[in-house]
């Protein structure tokens, strides 16, 4: 493996370790605001809330890396059929299977975490004004900023950098 394949590797482990972190603290924040402090990862009892968001977040989850999955596929298989050039990683079999499963994956967890930063968004409009402390609001909502703020430039930079030719 070259050196430049290397580092688009690496940096396409930070950019998925950045977006599994902004998605899963917009979750955290989203069961937090519902005054659902503490939770049992793997097995164990949850309140019905949670189990209810962990769930309809997996569905979205799986329901984007699916179709995503399957668009890069069929977009691949037309590119060959039609001629055209596949413009990640010099075209080679292994730039599908990276980009399928890297991101799919990526862009599942940053569409999930934006789709939990609207609910919150909604919850906290919804909730008394009162009833929300306005300093770990603010932290929240600069927090989910800054970290995907994080995530997109990291996933732009793995994407422009597999489509640069060397």
């Known amino acids: 493996m070259t050196a430049r394949i ?7 482990v930070v950019a998925f370790i950045l977006s599994a972190k902004a998605h899963g603290r917009q979750i955290r924040l989203e069961r937090e ?3 659902h402090h503490h939770v049992v990862f793997g097995t164990g009892t949850n309140p019905p809330y949670v189990e209810a968001l962990w ?3 997996r569905v979205r989850f799986w329901s984007i890396v699916a179709a995503v999955a399957v668009t890069i596929l069929g977009l691949y298989a037309l590119s060959r059929v039609q001629g055209w050039r596949w413009p990640f990683l010099h075209g080679g079999g292994g730039s599908v299977a990276w980009l399928t499963v890297w ?5 599942a967890f940053l569409t999930c975490g934006f789709w939990s930063l609207i609910r919150f968004r909604g919850a ?3 909730k008394l004004a009162g009833t929300v402390d306005a300093e770990w609001l ?4 600069q927090g989910s900023a800054w970290w995907f703020t ?6 732009v930079l793995v994407l422009f950098a597999s489509t640069r030719r060397v």
């Open 6 to 12: 290397l580092a688009l590797l690496a940096a396409s």
């Open 33 to 35: 605001l519902e005054g």
């Open 55 to 57: 769930r309809a977040d």
């Open 103 to 107: 991101g799919s994956m990526v862009t």
């Open 124 to 126: 906290v409009s919804a």
């Open 138 to 141: 603010s932290e929240a909502l």
């Open 150 to 155: 994080a995530a997109v430039l990291a996933t």
